[in-house]
């Protein structure tokens, strides 16, 4: 019996974690869609992180700079 209860804790704890990831998601898309392109928006929810010369901050998502390959 115990190893039938711990296989259902185990599956219930997978699937409850399955559903909120997917709530989560589909959440995000739905208010990233739910405006159309080109209409005018009341108010601007963007963070935008830019240094001052327009390059991608450092630290960040990829490189600031392409990669140079070496021979």
Known sequence: ????????YRDVTCGAAAAVIT???????????AV???TPNEVMHVFAL???HGQAP???FGQPQPA????
């Open 23 to 33: 709530l989560t998601l589909s959440a995000a898309f739905v208010e990233s869609t």
């Open 1 to 8: 019996m115990t190893a039938f209860i711990e296989t259902l």
């Open 68 to 71: 140079v390959l070496v021979d």
């Open 50 to 52: 830019q240094s001052p």
């Open 58 to 60: 450092h630290g960040w």
């Open 36 to 38: 159309a392109p080109g």
